[in-house]
C-alpha cells in the first residue's frame, strides 16, 4: 500500500470555486484550484488523454480568477515541480471523462509572489482565517 504522510511545510486551504490553475506556458492543462497554500496548491481536471506532453516535465504555473484578473504587472506565473498526478475521487457526469488532481509545489518565490499568493489566498480560499 503506498504511504500517503502528509510532508507540507505550510498548511492549505480550501479554495473556492473561482479560481483556477493553469499548467505550464501553453496551457496544457487547466482546471479548478482545490486546495491552496503557500508551499504548493492541488487542482483537478478533466482528463481527455490528449496529453501532448509529460505533466511531470512542466515547470511554470498560473493563476486565474473572474475576479482577480491578472496583469503583465502582477506576479501570478510560478516556477513549479509536479508532486503527484493521480486520478480523482470525484464522479465523473460522463462514463467517458475522467478527472485527475495534480499536486503542486511553488518553487523559489519572489518577495512579490509571496505577496501576490497571500493577497490571493486571503480572497480566495474557504477557511483562511490566518493574516
Known amino acids: 500500500m503506498e504511504d500517503r504522510t502528509d510532508r507540507r511545510q505550510q498548511q492549505r486551504y ?28 492541488s487542482f483537478t481536471y478533466r482528463d481527455k488523454n490528449r496529453k501532448t506532453v ?8 498560473s493563476i486565474l480568477s473572474d475576479g482577480y484578473h491578472a ?7 510560478f516556477s513549479v515541480k509536479v508532486i503527484s498526478d493521480s486520478q480523482a475521487e470525484e464522479e465523473t457526469i460522463f462514463e467517458s471523462s475522467t478527472y485527475r488532481r495534480i499536486g503542486i509545489q511553488f518553487n523559489d518565490l519572489t518577495f512579490y509572489q509571496k505577496a501576490w499568493l497571500a493577497k490571493c489566498m486571503k480572497k480566495y480560499t474557504l477557511d483562511n482565517n490566518a493574516e
Request: charged share 25%; net charge negative; no cysteine.
Open 71 to 77: 496583469s503583465k504587472n502582477e506576479p501570478s506565473k
Open 14 to 41: 480550501r479554495a473556492s470555486e473561482d479560481v483556477f490553475a493553469v499548467l505550464g506556458p501553453d496551457a496544457e492543462i487547466m482546471g479548478r484550484i482545490q486546495e491552496i497554500g503557500e508551499g504548493g496548491l
Open 54 to 61: 509529460a505533466v511531470s516535465t512542466i515547470q511554470q504555473l
